[in-house]
């Protein structure tokens, strides 16, 4: 029996998921470690359970599905993604790689094709980052960049800790996260961007992304009232934080096409009306595709930063807390992706990721490679990101050979 993709189930998984938590504009929004993201967590294992998966979990809530080979001492053929979303999230971001992975398993199951070696079909925890910073915790922490009680002592907005999250949804597993026995990782994903519709490209063989550096900005001036305290007197923390917010972009925007800059969270204290606000914290990152300019961005962004605090009298605390990439992927997966889409006479373009995913974590580790799919228009983070039917199959459907050709060698 030939194993072939079935659109129609694949796509209908997609779309049955983005039930869960939907937002007015037809995307979801399943921020990590939600009662959201646990309810798409349990409808996907749902799905798993009539393929005879085993699943395991680790401590931070990566969720391991895994079917087994006939050689049972053969490392596994390791691929997925994520399930949750940011607050304007789409349905396709890290949802179209594991339920790629799911298809994988699910034409397999129904084509009675047996592989040597055990695949696994991975949700990673928290790779927006957007309720916990930083994003891609679960991978990281896996892959022992990120200590496990880092992790779990990390708080959201509201004091809520990982570790308060995992137990009350009912996502810490029992294993310690570490490193897997894999002989390969494997990732599809969305473009993100416009350039494969663009360039007639429906095979995106991901060969190296960004470099990116985030940062949590701490800026301490002195409370006053917005009424008597002159303007020469006082030391307002929003005031120096909206010089900086223009500085990040225009330091991305020197840096074009390559570069990326963005200011994107922001908290006031004391937010109150009547009071000149005297802390303001930040979230900035900066990106490029070659590593020393990224640094060359962080380099211009601090001295911007201590020219900003002189001038205003204001502390300005600098926590550079994580970084991703750049990583190149590995070459011979790459070659392999490329090939399994020729035969499938589907264009293919090689890309630079320039968002952060799992597979960054993964790929000092073992050998893995990430194959994009076209994004309609570009879109993505936003309810209107798109990708039809088919390219998904389509991607989908090079995933299975991929794991094929690997997983039975
Ligand atoms: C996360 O996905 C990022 O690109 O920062
Ligand atoms: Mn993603
Ligand atoms: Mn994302």
């Given amino acids: 029996m030939i194993a072939t993709i079935d659109p129609n189930r694949l796509w209908q998984s997609i779309m049955d998921i983005a039930e869960i938590a939907p937002t007015p504009e037809g995307g979801s929004c399943r ?44 490392p596994a053929v390791a691929f997925g993604s994520h399930l949750d979303t940011v607050p304007t999230g789409g349905r396709f971001d890290g949802i179209a790689g594991v339920l790629a992975g799911l298809e994988v398993i699910r034409a397999l199951h129904h084509a009675g094709v047996p592989t040597k070696a055990p695949l696994e079909l991975v949700n990673w925890t928290n ?22 009680d880092t992790a779990l002592a990390t708080t959201d907005d509201n ?22 026995d894999w002989s390969a990782w494997l990732e599809l994903h969305i473009e993100q961007g416009p350039v494969m519709e663009a360039t007639g490209a429906e095979i995106g063989i991901v060969v190296a992304t960004m470099h990116a550096r985030y940062f949590q900005l701490t800026v301490t001036g002195e409370p006053s009232h917005v009424g008597p305290t002159e303007m020469n007197r006082r030391h307002d923390s929003l005031a120096a934080a909206a010089e900086i917010v223009l500085a990040v972009e225009r330091i991305a925007l020197a840096a074009e096409p390559f570069g990326r800059a963005s200011t994107s969270w922001i908290e ?86 320039a968002a952060g995913h799992d597979s960054v974590l993964m790929a000092p580790l073992v050998p893995s490679a990430m194959l994009f799919v076209p994004s309609v228009g570009g879109i993505t983070h936003n309810p209107k990101e798109y990708s039809t039917k088919e ?7 090079v995933l299975l050979d991929t794991v094929l050709e690997l997983a039975t060698a």
């Fill in 159 to 180: 004091g809520i800790s990982v570790a308060r999250a995992l137990s009350d949804t009912g996502q810490a597993g029992t294993l310690i996260p570490a490193p897997r």
């Fill in 268 to 353: 006031n204290i004391p937010n109150a009306r009547g009071n000149v606000p005297h802390i303001t914290r930040l979230h900035c990152d900066v990106r490029h595709n070659k590593a020393g300019e990224a640094i060359a961005m962080e380099t211009s962004l601090r001295r911007t930063l201590s020219d900003i605090a002189a001038r205003r009298g204001v502390r300005i605390d600098v926590d550079p807390y994580a970084t991703f990439g750049p990583i190149a992927f590995d070459t011979k997966l790459g070659a392999l992706l490329r090939a399994k889409a020729a035969d499938r006479q589907l264009p293919t373009r090689d890309m630079i990721a």
């Fill in 127 to 148: 790779e927006e980052g957007s309720r916990f910073r930083p994003a891609m915790m679960g991978s990281r922490v896996a892959a022992g960049e990120l200590p496990l």
């Fill in 391 to 397: 390219q998904i199959a389509h991607g989908a459907q």
């Fill in 31 to 74: 921020l990590a470690l939600t009662p959201e993201d646990a309810a798409a967590r349990a409808l996907f294992l749902r799905w798993c359970q009539p393929l005879g998966l085993h699943h395991e979990q680790d401590a931070i809530g990566n969720m391991f599905l895994r079917r087994p080979g006939t050689d049972a001492t053969a």
